[in-house]
């Protein structure tokens, strides 16, 4: 049985705009809501005609090495599976945390915003 603390979200919401993915990250993100979203993600590309997924982390303060792991896994898998992701709204303490921890996070493109992440994806060879 799934339990779940409450107030607290225990799926991280995966929108569809036409063949892209848009997940936006808020707040604190447990372990078991990174892997779920993974899952989720992965599942949904395999389903259906997905040929990008923009991950939003504009709401996220921390990027610790686990999430970091996680969306490098997302991208690699993403792109075994013919779509390409793009993160966005990356802060300057996230980078600069993420430098810090030796994370590159390969197979990844990053934009500054939504809209750039979406820009970059209609692009062809991104």
Known sequence: MNQSTPGRPTQIPVLTLGDVLLVS???ELHDGMTEQLQHDITSRIATNTVTGVVIDISGVDIVDSFLG???AE?????RLLAARTVLAGMRPAVAITLVELGLSLPGLVTALDVDRAMELLSQRGT
């Open 69 to 71: 792991r996680v969306l």
């Open 74 to 78: 997302i991208a690699s898998t993403a």
């Open 25 to 27: 990250l808020q707040g």
